[in-house]
């Protein structure tokens, strides 16, 4: 029997699913791109920074990571971010900095189209 590829993680397996899922339902093509990049080999995996949120993000945005989310560097506006999965010192900085944490599934069941969402790669 063959070697399974891709993510062996339930949760991974699920939202790449709702991902692809919502993307072709509601015709929005970064869904289906945002899938592919979530399941990519573990050496072209996604991860960015808390200071790479930090500069790029305004207050009070929504900011999607289709990976990990690191904690290096410092956050000081209040983001919510969704994510694959996140470091222990990142989620300490975010709650820190008054940031919400969400996962991907419930940010795509509160906006299926992505409006005003920033994706961070």
Known sequence: MPKP???TNPILKQAITDLKAA???YGVPFAVAVAKKMGRSTRRKVEVDV???E???KKGDTVMVP???LGTGKITKPVTIAAAAFSASAIEK???AGGKIIPITELIEKNPK???VKILC
């Open 55 to 57: 500069r790029y993000a």
């Open 94 to 96: 975010i709650e820190k």
């Open 114 to 116: 992505g409006t005003g």
């Open 5 to 7: 590829t891709g993510p």
């Open 23 to 25: 993307g072709h339902k």
């Open 67 to 69: 990976g990990k989310v």
């Open 51 to 53: 200071s790479r949120i």
